[in-house]
């Protein structure tokens, strides 16, 4: 028999399979993977202080690099606090190997305090679900779930969860794997030449962009298609990752709210979804429509960014693409509406910055704004569940560290996984937080209308946040923190902020309107 440990194959097999990042918040049952990775140390163990920063920070690792990073949580309570984010990462596409801590399999019957069903837990955000039964078979199992982690729809991941057993880790009979993870492209041939006989038809077209077709490549074969065909673009609510900036084209994208999205889609009569879902309301409301797509129209669903080469090539050989121009706003003046926190952004963004986005109804100002920016990635909650934008800005910074890492953060989302300051301080992240302070779950309020609910004073002081002081709690976790009030102070605390290394935090002060 081996004499390696079940755990120390399975952190082998991680750096054999490309998986040198681990964000973990551990317990007992996962002591002996702790105490493995000192010998690994191709395998770098991020510490985080809530699992909702632990997996978040794996979905914007993932999202940026491609290549999935790992999760390591404690039993069934570690990988529940994690969940909400696993959810967001599984909207996203991201790929994550998601490694869960269990009782010794002959503990498991006891039901010892800790106990719970980690399979059912897993299984609500999964592709792959497995459990290894011992330490021979734990490499493997490895290797097979970082080959599910990567391989999907258009290139596309997807969350694979390995449940191990703490026995199966402490016993010797390890064996490391090998991993081969095979890259799909997805074409769907049939609508793509659908899609090229709708595009030559002289009817109202739109090509809705989503998962990989919103990097530059794929962005760019759309632009060629519109200019050869007058087809407009629309980019999904909200991408996982898009590139943008001078030089890429701008691609708007679906609005949040359900009538504004059907007025960008009404005159469509073909629909071409490349790598992006058929679009429906974020929520259902009394008496209004949950399908976006207009009544009468055809829709096409022809893969991801492959896919969309392939149409322009028919339809669109030798046509122009029309980058965004070079653009910036001019710094203003006055007190912190979001237009004018937005225009401070849009003067200051870094080159090759990473903009981590949950600045909720703040940021409404933002996408103008940093349109003619220079090149930039974006990143949104994919997912709706807030608490998102901290540590998929900590994961981002870890997996591109020549890079700044802008954080644009409404602060009752920000409230959820705040810890993400201390990880993004111990780890020395550059990572510029804007928190985009308007003391209130303004969303909520406007939410509060539309249902038609009948509201009175109580329910509306109960989507209310006054009296955090989020600055003063960065400190606490060592993040240094400034406060701003008025564009003028915004500007120069972004400044200062961007031309320093290391993570800070600007806490800015949005008037209320
Ligand atoms: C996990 C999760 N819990 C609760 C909600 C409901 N929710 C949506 S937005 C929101 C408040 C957002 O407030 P804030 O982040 O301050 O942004 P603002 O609306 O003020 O711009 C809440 C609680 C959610 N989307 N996800």
């Known amino acids: 028999m081996s004499a390696l440990t079940g755990a120390h194959a399975i952190l082998q097999t991680l750096v054999r399979g490309g998986v040198d990042t681990c964000f973990t918040n551990p317990g007992t049952s996962e002591m002996h993977l702790v105490a493995g990775m000192d010998a690994v140390p191709e395998l770098r163990g991020i510490l985080c202080l809530f699992e909702g920063v632990a997996t978040g920070a794996a979905d914007g690792y993932g999202r940026m690099t491609g290549r999935p990073a790992s999760?390591?949580?404690?039993?069934?309570?570690?990988?529940?606090?994690?969940?909400?984010?696993?959810?967001?990462?599984?909207?996203?596409?991201?790929?994550?190997?998601?490694?869960?801590?269990?009782?010794?399999?002959?503990?498991?019957?006891?039901?010892?305090?800790?106990?719970?069903?980690?399979?059912?837990?897993?299984?609500?955000?999964?592709?792959?679900?497995?459990?290894?039964v011992d330490a021979g078979t734990a490499g493997p199992d490895t290797a097979s779930a970082i080959a599910a982690a990567g391989t999907s729809r258009?290139?596309?991941?997807?969350?694979?969860?390995?449940?191990?057993?703490?026995?199966?880790?402490?016993?010797?009979?390890?064996?490391?794997?090998?991993?081969?993870?095979?890259?799909?492209?997805?074409?769907?041939?049939?609508?793509?030449?659908?899609?090229?006989?709708?595009?030559?038809?002289?009817?109202?077209?739109?090509i809705l962009l989503g998962s990989d077709t919103l990097r530059r490549e794929g962005q760019e074969a759309a632009s060629r298609i519109a200019n050869a065909t007058g087809a407009r673009l629309l980019a999904e609510n909200a991408p996982a990752r898009q590139e943008r900036g001078a030089g890429i084209p701008n691609v708007e994208r679906l609005a949040y709210f359900g009538e504004m999205a059907a007025s960008q889609l009404a005159d469509v009569r073909h629909l071409i979804l490349a790598g992006a879902r058929l679009p429906v309301s974020f929520f259902a409301y009394p008496g209004k429509p949950s399908e976006l797509q207009p009544a009468g129209s055809v829709s096409y669903d022809i893969g991801g960014s492959a896919a969309l080469t392939q149409l322009a090539d028919l339809v669109?050989?030798?046509?122009?693409?029309?980058?965004?121009?070079?653009?910036?706003?001019?710094?203003?003046?006055?007190?912190?509406?979001p237009e004018r926190i937005a225009a401070v952004v849009g003067a200051l963004l870094p080159e090759r910055a990473i903009v981590a986005d949950e600045a909720i109804t703040?940021?409404?100002?933002?996408?103008?704004?940093?349109?003619?920016?220079?090149p930039h990635d974006w990143l949104s909650l994919t997912g709706g569940a807030i608490g998102q934008g901290m540590p998929v800005a900590t994961g981002a910074a870890v997996a591109c560290p020549d890079r700044p890492v802008i954080n644009l953060?409404?602060?009752?989302?920000?409230?959820?996984?705040?810890q993400s300051l201390w990880t993004q301080?111990?780890?020395?992240?550059?990572?510029?937080?804007?928190?985009?302070?308007?003391?209130?779950?303004?969303?909520?309020?406007?939410e509060?209308?539309?249902?038609?609910?009948?509201?009175?004073?109580?329910?509306?002081?109960?989507?209310?946040?006054?009296?955090?002081?989020?600055?003063?709690?960065?400190?606490?976790?060592?993040v240094p923190a400034t406060r701003a009030t008025t564009a003028e102070e915004l500007a120069a605390q972004l400044k200062a902020a961007l031309a320093e290394p290391g993570p800070h935090l600007i806490e800015a002060m949005v008037a209320r309107a």
């Open 425 to 446: 301080a111990r780890e020395s992240l550059d990572v510029t937080t804007v928190v985009l302070n308007n003391a209130t779950y303004a969303i909520l309020h406007i």
């Open 316 to 337: 669109a050989a030798g046509a122009p693409v029309t980058p965004a121009p070079a653009a910036r706003p001019e710094l203003p003046d006055g007190s912190l509406t």
């Open 154 to 206: 258009y290139r596309q991941g997807g969350i694979a969860t390995l449940i191990l057993p703490a026995d199966a880790c402490w016993s010797d009979g390890g064996v490391p794997a090998d991993v081969v993870v095979p890259a799909e492209d997805v074409v769907h041939t049939e609508a793509v030449e659908q899609a090229a006989k709708a595009l030559g038809s002289g009817e109202p077209c739109l």
């Open 71 to 132: 999760t390591l949580l404690h039993l069934g309570p570690g990988l529940a606090n994690g969940i909400a984010n696993l959810h967001n990462a599984r909207r996203a596409g991201t790929p994550m190997v998601n490694l869960v801590g269990d009782h010794a399999t002959y503990h498991k019957r006891l039901d010892a305090p800790l106990e719970s069903d980690i399979d059912a837990l897993a299984g609500t955000f999964s592709r792959w679900v497995h459990r290894t």
């Open 448 to 478: 509060l209308q539309r249902t038609g609910a009948p509201a009175g004073p109580g329910a509306r002081a109960l989507l209310d946040l006054p009296g955090l002081d989020l600055a003063a709690m960065s400190r606490g976790m060592g």
């Open 362 to 374: 703040s940021g409404r100002g933002l996408a103008p704004a940093t349109a003619g920016c220079p």
């Open 409 to 418: 953060q409404a602060e009752g989302s920000a409230m959820y996984t705040l």
